[in-house]
C-alpha cells in the first residue's frame, strides 16, 4: 500500500459507543496530524505528533484521545460523542517538524466519515 | 480575526480559461504555503508548495506569493471540467512550524 490509509471509511455510532479510528502512513514521515472537517467549516487542526510525541492538542474536548504507537500509525479513540461531532475525520503525514525546515508538505488519509447518533 | 482567507465562490470559469485564486494570511512569520484541491467527499490533495517570493510553475499551475503583501494566489491556466473542485490554501501559524491553518475554500466550477 501507498500513502496514506485510513479505516474505517465510514462510521456510525450512538453517543455511548466506544470506538477507534486508525491511520497508517507507508511514506517513512516522522510527524502525523488528526483533522476534523466539518460542512463548510475549515479544516481544524486536532493534534499534532513529531516523533511519536504530541506537540499540539488544540482545544479538544477529552472524548477524543489520540494515541501514536509508532512514527508510522495513528489512532483516534472516541466515546460518549455528540452529535456535533460528525464531520469527516483526517489523518496526514509529513516530515518531521524540525525547527526552520519549510519543506514539511502535509499529505492526506482518504478520511473516516463519522455519523453519531 | 481569520488566519487564512479565501473568496468562498463559486468561481465560474469556461474550460479553456484561466482560473485566479487568491489567499491572504495574517501571519508575517510564516514562510510556507500550500494550496491543496479537494474534490466534493475526498480529502485534500496536494498540488503546489511555495516558500520563496515570486512564481512557482507546475504543469498548469502557478503558484505566486508576495510575503510583503501577505499573500498567495494560484493560476490554473487552461482550465479543464476535472478542475471543478473547492481549492484551499494553507499556511503555518508562525510559532509552530508544521501546523497548517487552512482557509475556508475557493470553489471553482469549469464550465464547457
Same mark, same amino acid.
Given at each position: 500500500?501507498?500513502?496514506?490509509?485510513?479505516?474505517?471509511?465510514?462510521?456510525?455510532?450512538?453517543?455511548?459507543?466506544?470506538?477507534?479510528?486508525?491511520?497508517?502512513?507507508?511514506?517513512?514521515?516522522?510527524?502525523?496530524?488528526?483533522?476534523?472537517?466539518?460542512?463548510?467549516?475549515?479544516?481544524?487542526?486536532?493534534?499534532?505528533?513529531?516523533?511519536?510525541?504530541?506537540?499540539?492538542?488544540?482545544?479538544?474536548?477529552?472524548?477524543?484521545?489520540?494515541?501514536?504507537?509508532?512514527?508510522?500509525?495513528?489512532?483516534?479513540?472516541?466515546?460518549?460523542?455528540?452529535?456535533?461531532?460528525?464531520?469527516?475525520?483526517?489523518?496526514?503525514?509529513?516530515?518531521?517538524?524540525?525547527?526552520?525546515?519549510?519543506?514539511?508538505?502535509?499529505?492526506?488519509?482518504?478520511?473516516?466519515?463519522?455519523?453519531?447518533? | 480575526?481569520?488566519?487564512?482567507? /479565501?473568496? $468562498? %465562490?463559486?468561481?465560474?470559469?469556461?474550460?479553456?480559461? &484561466?482560473? @485566479?485564486?487568491?489567499?491572504?494570511?495574517?501571519? =508575517?512569520?510564516?514562510?510556507?504555503?500550500?494550496?491543496?484541491? /479537494?474534490? $466534493? %467527499?475526498?480529502?485534500?490533495?496536494?498540488?503546489?508548495? &511555495?516558500? @520563496?517570493?515570486?512564481?512557482?510553475?507546475?504543469? =498548469?499551475?502557478?503558484?505566486?506569493?508576495?510575503?510583503?503583501? /501577505?499573500?498567495?494566489?494560484?493560476?490554473?491556466?487552461?482550465?479543464?471540467?476535472?478542475? @471543478?473542485?473547492?481549492?484551499?490554501?494553507?499556511?503555518?501559524?508562525?510559532?509552530?512550524?508544521?501546523?497548517?491553518?487552512?482557509?475556508?475554500?475557493?470553489?471553482?466550477?469549469?464550465?464547457?
Amino acid at each position: 500500500e501507498t500513502g496514506v490509509t485510513q479505516t474505517p471509511r465510514h462510521l456510525v455510532m450512538g453517543m455511548t459507543n466506544k470506538k477507534s479510528l486508525k491511520c497508517e502512513q507507508h511514506l517513512g514521515h516522522n510527524a502525523m496530524y488528526w483533522y476534523k472537517q466539518s460542512a463548510k467549516k475549515p479544516l481544524e487542526l486536532m493534534f499534532v505528533y513529531n516523533f511519536k510525541e504530541q506537540t499540539e492538542n488544540n482545544s479538544v474536548p477529552s472524548r477524543f484521545s489520540p494515541e501514536c504507537p509508532n512514527s508510522s500509525h495513528l489512532f483516534l479513540h472516541l466515546h460518549t460523542l455528540q452529535p456535533e461531532d460528525s464531520a469527516l475525520y483526517l489523518c496526514a503525514s509529513s516530515q518531521d517538524l524540525a525547527s526552520g525546515r519549510l519543506d514539511y508538505e502535509q499529505y492526506f488519509g482518504p478520511g473516516t466519515r463519522l455519523t453519531v447518533t | 480575526q481569520k488566519e487564512v482567507e /479565501q473568496n $468562498s %465562490g463559486p468561481l465560474s470559469v469556461p474550460e479553456g480559461a &484561466i482560473a @485566479s485564486l487568491n489567499c491572504t494570511y495574517s501571519d =508575517r512569520g510564516s514562510q510556507s504555503f500550500f494550496w491543496y484541491r /479537494q474534490y $466534493s %467527499g475526498k480529502s485534500p490533495e496536494l498540488i503546489m508548495s &511555495i516558500y @520563496s517570493n515570486g512564481d512557482k510553475e507546475d504543469g =498548469r499551475f502557478t503558484a505566486q506569493l508576495n510575503k510583503a503583501s /501577505q499573500y498567495v494566489s494560484l493560476l490554473i491556466r487552461d482550465s479543464q471540467p476535472s478542475d @471543478s473542485a473547492t481549492y484551499l490554501c494553507a499556511a503555518p501559524r508562525g510559532d509552530s512550524w508544521g501546523k497548517l491553518q487552512f482557509g475556508a475554500g475557493t470553489q471553482v466550477v469549469v464550465t464547457p
